[in-house]
């Protein structure tokens, strides 16, 4: 495994490989990863569209961004209202605060961490980077409480992901409900909604959830499986390649999984994010009033983990 720092236009970005991967980070960009490679296929798994890297600004709508790679969510993805405690009534920002805001990157004898400080929040938080085999890139996250007070909070990892038609969404076997939180047109039904996975029933008939549809269907969604998770993994399939792409993730720690779905929908894009989540249903004041919700104690500290494994099938 090797780190090197390179330059991307205006941006310093911090390349790491293995004999398997290869993977680009812009600590600037909120710690964004702009490449997640496969080096024996050639496979680039995460989607780039034709904006140009950046960032809007902070607390500015998040679709005025790049919109592309993979940003993290924290401490909510829709913007709200937090409601509990001395911030109570303070203005969470669209996805978010980290994504839009710089990150400080330091290489250390285990690998690359990025960190960033809470603006209207009082935390710190760290995600640190290894490869435990050449196959798996493992982030550890350090979430830091600097008050007294705990802090609830939504994180969730959202890489968008290069698809094609036919691909496989494979998660647990026991999951089999979903909830809506964003569908185009409500073809799904509206935010709260339950529908079945993977086949759900629609105003047109038969939905199947679990496989990547035509670039061109002009739909969109976004929904949460309706229950907490047992078993703490997902992955996106290629059957024609035999490419596999798999999260592997702590469910005491991160307990919910959302699927974003956009097959030409929204701005024409055409990508799907896995994205375990510690709350549930995008919206942070809402995980709060149903207790679907992480916490870290005062002057605690919250950890997780994800590690995403590159595969390829016998063929």
């Keep these: 495994m090797t780190w090197e720092k390179s330059k991307k236009g205006e941006y310093e970005y911090w390349i790491g490989k293995t004999e398997r991967l290869c993977i680009q980070i812009i600590p600037e960009l909120g710690s964004k990863i702009i490449s997640l490679k496969d080096r024996l296929t050639g496979r680039e798994w995460l989607w780039r569209g034709e904006r140009p890297l950046g960032v809007p600004g902070y607390g500015l709508p998040f679709n005025r961004g790049d919109g592309a790679g993979w940003d993290e969510m924290f401490p909510s993805i829709n913007p709200c209202l937090y409601s509990k405690g001395p911030w109570s009534g303070i203005e969470v920002p669209d996805h978010g605060e980290v994504w839009s805001i710089p990150w400080e990157a330091e290489m250390g004898t285990n690998g690359l ?14 995600k640190r980077f290894s490869f435990p085999t050449p196959q798996v890139i493992r982030m550890d996250y350090f979430l830091h409480n600097l008050s007294p007070f705990p802090f609830f909070f939504l994180w969730a990892a959202h890489p ?5 038609e036919g691909m496989e ?13 964003y569908s185009f047109s409500n073809r799904l039904g509206k935010f709260g909604d339950v529908v079945d996975w993977p086949i759900a029933e629609s105003k047109n ?3 199947c959830l679990n496989k990547v549809e035509w670039k061109n269907s002009k739909v969109a969604e976004k929904f949460y499986f309706n229950s907490k998770l047992s078993k703490g993994w997902a992955s996106l399939r290629d059957s024609e390649t035999g490419e596999r792409l798999t999260f592997h993730f702590p469910v005491d720690r991160v307990p919910y999984l959302a699927i974003w779905a ?12 896995i994205e375990p989540s510690t709350g549930f249903l995008d ?10 919700i ?6 605690s500290t919250y950890c997780w983990f994800l590690e995403v494994a590159i595969e390829s099938e016998e063929k």
């Design 113 to 126: 961490s990025c960190s960033v400080n809470g603006i209207r929040f009082p935390y710190y938080l760290e």
């Design 160 to 164: 968008l992901f290069n698809i094609k």
């Design 169 to 181: 969404i494979l998660v647990p076997d026991d999951l089999s409900e979903v909830m809506v939180s």
């Design 205 to 207: 008939g038969h939905i």
């Design 262 to 273: 956009n097959y030409g929908g929204f701005d024409g894009n055409y990508q799907v994010a």
């Design 283 to 292: 919206d942070l004041s809402y995980a709060i009033g149903e207790n679907k």
């Design 294 to 299: 992480s916490k870290v104690e005062g002057h």
